[in-house]
T-cell receptor, first 108, second 113 residues
Framework: KNEVEQSPQNLTAQEGEFITINCSYS?????LHWLQQHPGGGIVSLFM???GKKKHGRLIATINIQEKHSSLHITASHPRDSAVYIC??????????FGTGTRLQVTL | EPEVTQTPSHQVTQMGQEVILRCVPI?????FYWYRQILGQKVEFLVS????????KSEIFDDQFSVERPDGSNFTLKIRSTKLEDSAMYFC???????????FGPGTRLTVL
């Protein structure tokens, strides 16, 4: 069983839709990261969470430590949001363990 | 804004050849990582490096792999004798103190023929 599971694997949305991507992890963590990977392959860090909620522009990330679950929300989605979104768990002050990613396609 | 850089962006090599992938982390970062992503698969941890030594490595990081930071700036990953299955995107990452986020380089796409 993977330590970090994401759902859905693929997601297609129309421009303007509210999007939710879910992440569950099976081990205790010190932080949960949300990352964005564009078609060219580069990875950009979106959020690092250890509790509660963070917001940056149209992106919101939440985490529930007791339930070992995190969500990434995108409000008013746009085609430029199309990318692979990856959650990654950090158990201590060290390496990241990655989920398989959610491929998001936002259409006009 | 300072960023992690990697060279080359794409490396093509013959099986059995040695390759060196280079990373220049952000100057005040202390912890360094190499990850790889085989096409269509998830990102996997290879090795972490702190205070000029390996702090953790995965089972992927066997004797064919080595890392060093020879001049205090470049952080390199060497694969001594490449195999077909080493073909992947290799990402370098770096961070400051213990609980800061990791910053990723743009990746090096390694193709072994």
């Amino acid at each position: 069983k993977n330590e970090v599971e994401q759902s859905p694997q693929n997601l297609t949305a129309q421009e303007g839709e509210f999007i939710t991507i879910n992440c569950s992890y099976s081990v205790g963590i010190s932080a949960l990261h949300w990352l964005q990977q564009h078609p060219g392959g580069g990875i950009v860090s979106l959020f690092m969470l250890s509790s509660g909620k963070k917001k940056h522009g149209r992106l919101i990330a939440t985490i529930n430590i007791q339930e070992k679950h995190s969500s990434l929300h995108i409000t008013a989605s746009h085609p430029r949001d199309s990318a692979v979104y990856i959650c990654a768990a950090r158990r201590d002050a060290s390496k990241l363990t990655f989920g398989t990613g959610t491929r998001l396609q936002v259409t006009l | 804004e300072p960023e992690v850089t990697q060279t080359p962006s794409h490396q093509v090599t013959q099986m059995g050849q040695e390759v060196i992938l280079r990373c220049v982390p952000i100057s005040n970062h202390l912890y360094f990582y190499w990850y790889r992503q085989i096409l269509g698969q998830k990102v996997e941890f290879l090795v972490s490096f702190y205070n000029n030594e390996i702090s953790e490595k995965s089972e992927i990081f066997d004797d064919q792999f080595s890392v060093e930071r020879p001049d205090g700036s470049n952080f390199t990953l060497k694969i001594r004798s490449t195999k077909l299955e080493d073909s992947a995107m290799y990402f370098c990452a770096a961070r400051g103190d213990s609980y800061n986020e990791q910053f990723f380089g743009p990746g090096t796409r390694l193709t072994v023929l």
